[in-house]
Nanobody, 124 residues
C-alpha cells in the first residue's frame, strides 16, 4: 500500500522560506497527481496546489500563487513544496496527498492517500 511521508516543516520567520518534501514508500507515485493541503488550528483543511502525474502542469490556489512552487521528481518518488515570502497566515499542518487519478482534482475527496502532515509555524 502506498504511503506518503512529509518532511521539512519547522519554524520560519515572516518573509522566510521553507521547503517541504513528500516521499512515497514505493515506486508508484509517478502515476498519480499529488496535491498539497494545509490545515490551520480551528480551520478547515484547504488546498495549496496540485501537480499532475508527469509534473508538466501545476495548479495553485490563490493563497499560494506567486509564493509557492510545487515540483516533482518521479525518479525519486518525491514531490516538493517550496514556500517563499511566508507570513503568519501560512502557519498550519501541511499534508501531501496522492489522487486516484493522473490529473489534479479540485475535490479533496478524490485524494485517496494522505501523509501524516508536517507542522509549519511562521513567527518572529
Amino acid at each position: 500500500q502506498l504511503q506518503l511521508v512529509e518532511s521539512g516543516g519547522g519554524l520560519a520567520q515572516p518573509g522566510g522560506s521553507l521547503r517541504l518534501s513528500c516521499v512515497a514508500s514505493r515506486n508508484s507515485l509517478d502515476i498519480w497527481a499529488v496535491g498539497w493541503f494545509r490545515q490551520a488550528p480551528g480551520q478547515e483543511r484547504e488546498g495549496v496546489g496540485c501537480v499532475h502525474d508527469n509534473g508538466d502542469s501545476v495548479i495553485y490556489t490563490d493563497s499560494a500563487k506567486g509564493r509557492f512552487t510545487i515540483s516533482r521528481d518521479n525518479a525519486k518518488n518525491r514531490v516538493s513544496l517550496q514556500m517563499n515570502s511566508l507570513n503568519s497566515e501560512d502557519t498550519a499542518v501541511y499534508y501531501c496527498a496522492a489522487a486516484g487519478t493522473r490529473w489534479c482534482s479540485p475535490h479533496s475527496r478524490d485524494f485517496l492517500t494522505w501523509g501524516q502532515g508536517t507542522q509549519v509555524t511562521v513567527s518572529s
